[in-house]
């Protein structure tokens, strides 16, 4: 509440700072002055700016208008990114999301093209070059047996258990299948490579079909084990691969990325990680802590 004295102060100081009247004065009767009237107006315009301001610093702030275009390979579109999507529209419902989907390789052209905000990929080998890379998750690759294969009745295999077994393996040329030929070179042995794919659902339909084993990232393997009838088995010597953020080189430091991405990471705490844990605390690692880089 302000008392009638301390208005006629607030007036007299603002005539004294503007130095004109503000007000006709008649008796106790105060009618606004011209001068006041165009100050009035003058005043009203400044505090409309204002407001055009904090609504401006609202969009900015709850991204509104912006657009995040994110890419991941097909396993974690359909999963991991969305779900991420999901919590993000949540807490910035006047942001737009465009999602793509590809294989590694695409992704990685998308994002340092430019074309993309940011990667979500499943890295076998080191970084892609040229590439911001922040590890999300590290995971430990998992054998796959039929279930009434000999080995399924193991605690845990050996690359030496898949000598001469049939193997499914990923396309020669790919990151996957560079990685695995090197623990059997390392290891001096030599499985029966019968078939090849590069996707973790057909690796896994053949194995439960009885055509070989594999290895496979966990991720893959337990998301599809529901549908197909197949033995997981940890697996040794480790054979690690990384869920990871990819960034262009130059990419900005962007309030929304940093957004996005703590939304991914509240995904893996609360539905990745439950379900490595099935396979052990080798395929649930904590995440790298930072921004990419």
Request: aromatic share 6%.
């Given at each position: 509440h302000t008392s009638q004295p301390q208005v006629s102060r607030l007036i007299a100081q603002l005539e004294g700072i503007t130095g004109f009247a503000l007000f006709d004065r008649s008796g106790t009767r105060l009618t606004p002055s011209l001068d006041g009237k165009r100050f009035f107006q003058d005043v009203e315009k400044t505090f409309a700016g204002l407001q055009n301001l904090e609504s401006a610093a609202h969009q900015i702030r709850s991204f509104g208008g912006e657009r995040l275009t994110g890419a991941a390979m097909a396993r974690i579109a359909g999963g991991l990114l969305s779900q991420a999507v999901v919590k993000f529209k949540q807490a910035h419902p006047q942001s737009l999301v465009t999602l793509h989907s590809g294989a590694a390789t695409t992704i990685n052209s998308w994002v340092s093209a430019g074309l993309c905000d940011m990667g979500l990929a499943i890295l076998y080998g080191g970084d892609p070059p040229g590439m911001q890379v922040e590890t999300l998750l590290n995971m430990d690759c998992v054998a796959l047996?039929?279930?009434?294969?000999?080995?399924?009745?193991?605690?845990?295999?050996?690359?030496?258990?898949?000598?001469?077994?049939?193997?499914?393996?990923?396309?020669?040329g790919s990151d996957p299948r560079e990685r695995i030929d090197r623990v059997w070179a390392s290891e001096a042995v030599r499985p029966n490579t019968v078939l090849e794919s590069d996707l973790g659902a057909s690796v896994c339909a053949l194995v439960a079909a009885g055509l070989g084993v594999s290895l496979l990232n966990p991720l893959a393997a337990l998301e599809e084990q529901p549908r197909h009838a197949f033995v997981i088995k940890p697996f040794s010597p480790p054979v690690t691969v990384r869920l990871a953020i990819l960034l262009a080189p130059q990419a900005p430091n962007s309030r929304m990325v940093a957004a996005f991405r703590q939304a991914v990471l509240e995904v893996i705490d609360a539905e990745l990680r439950p379900l490595l844990r099935q396979q052990g605390p080798q395929a649930a690692a904590q995440p790298r802590p930072g921004k990419a880089g």
């Amino acid at each position: 509440h302000t008392s009638q004295p301390q208005v006629s102060r607030l007036i007299a100081q603002l005539e004294g700072i503007t130095g004109f009247a503000l007000f006709d004065r008649s008796g106790t009767r105060l009618t606004p002055s011209l001068d006041g009237k165009r100050f009035f107006q003058d005043v009203e315009k400044t505090f409309a700016g204002l407001q055009n301001l904090e609504s401006a610093a609202h969009q900015i702030r709850s991204f509104g208008g912006e657009r995040l275009t994110g890419a991941a390979m097909a396993r974690i579109a359909g999963g991991l990114l969305s779900q991420a999507v999901v919590k993000f529209k949540q807490a910035h419902p006047q942001s737009l999301v465009t999602l793509h989907s590809g294989a590694a390789t695409t992704i990685n052209s998308w994002v340092s093209a430019g074309l993309c905000d940011m990667g979500l990929a499943i890295l076998y080998g080191g970084d892609p070059p040229g590439m911001q890379v922040e590890t999300l998750l590290n995971m430990d690759c998992v054998a796959l047996l039929p279930r009434e294969h000999r080995l399924a009745r193991q605690s845990r295999l050996q690359a030496a258990d898949f000598e001469g077994e049939d193997f499914i393996s990923f396309p020669q040329g790919s990151d996957p299948r560079e990685r695995i030929d090197r623990v059997w070179a390392s290891e001096a042995v030599r499985p029966n490579t019968v078939l090849e794919s590069d996707l973790g659902a057909s690796v896994c339909a053949l194995v439960a079909a009885g055509l070989g084993v594999s290895l496979l990232n966990p991720l893959a393997a337990l998301e599809e084990q529901p549908r197909h009838a197949f033995v997981i088995k940890p697996f040794s010597p480790p054979v690690t691969v990384r869920l990871a953020i990819l960034l262009a080189p130059q990419a900005p430091n962007s309030r929304m990325v940093a957004a996005f991405r703590q939304a991914v990471l509240e995904v893996i705490d609360a539905e990745l990680r439950p379900l490595l844990r099935q396979q052990g605390p080798q395929a649930a690692a904590q995440p790298r802590p930072g921004k990419a880089g």
